[in-house]
T-cell receptor, first 113, second 116 residues
Framework: AQTVTQSQPEMSVQEAETVTLSCTYD???????LFWYKQPPSRQMILVIR??????QNATENRFSVNFQKAAKSFSLKISDSQLGDAAMYFC??????????FGTGTRLTIIP | DVKVTQSSRYLVKRTGEKVFLECVQD?????MFWYRQDPGLGLRLIYF???????EKGDIPEGYSVSREKKERFSLILESASTNQTSMYLC???????????????FGEGSRLTVL
């Protein structure tokens, strides 16, 4: 079974600074998808960014970008110009074709004003 | 926008009670999921369904059952609640055939269940 590891249970960053959340995964597949989900306090979990493994270019969504290192099986999330609204639990997730989503254990991000 | 609605945000039940958690989605999604979220463990899949009256076990199905009589509704049932089922329960849905597509999930707000 695939595993997803988030080694940072908690992170904090000053407002307007940049922070990187780490994620590694274990798989023998060559074709798969990777996701970062955000869960704000007492609110719904939402998709932040998605990366297809066959794409070499790193995905970017406004202030959110990823560093996808396929050979190293690493998928980190970079948040630039951090804002108070970025405070949340962030979950990394993996999915290969025809399989279920596997989530990491999450990283709680605190934004320091 | 996709909306996934979970009927109860907070529930408190007694050990041995039967518990129903209801989830409704309004985007005609084929796939629906029930997850359990616990600190330090992330999200773990309990059951999922890719069609009406179809269900598949996830990673931790023991102690749970599900029902999907209509496409928009997916219910999680705890036949006899136990204290170790105290948790946050998240419902999610996605479009497309099971296992096909980008796999984006749309989540409800969660149901926090406490079993005393």
């Amino acid at each position: 079974a695939q595993t997803v590891t988030q080694s940072q249970p908690e992170m904090s960053v000053q407002e307007a600074e940049t922070v990187t959340l780490s994620c590694t995964y274990d798989t023998s597949e060559s074709d798969y998808y990777l996701f970062w989900y955000k869960q704000p306090p007492s609110r719904q979990m939402i998709l932040v960014i998605r990366q297809e493994a066959y794409k070499q270019q790193n995905a970017t969504e406004n202030r959110f970008s990823v560093n996808f290192q396929k050979a190293a099986k690493s998928f980190s999330l970079k948040i630039s110009d951090s804002q108070l609204g970025d405070a949340a639990m962030y979950f990394c997730a993996y999915r290969s074709v025809n399989e279920k989503l596997t989530f990491g254990t999450g990283t709680r991000l605190t934004i320091i004003p | 926008d996709v909306k996934v609605t979970q009927s109860s945000r907070y529930l408190v039940k007694r050990t041995g009670e039967k518990v129903f958690l209801e989830c409704v989605q309004d985007m005609d999604h084929e796939n629906m999921f029930w997850y359990r979220q616990d600190p330090g463990l992330g999200l773990r899949l309990i059951y999922f369904s890719y069609d009406v009256k179809m269900k598949e076990k996830g990673d931790i199905p023991e102690g749970y059952s599900v029902s999907r009589e209509k496409k928009e509704r997916f219910s999680l049932i705890l036949e006899s609640a136990s204290t170790n089922q105290t948790s946050m329960y998240l419902c999610a849905s996605s479009s497309g055939l099971a296992g096909v597509g980008t796999g984006e999930l749309f989540f409800g707000e969660g149901s926090r269940l406490t079993v005393l």
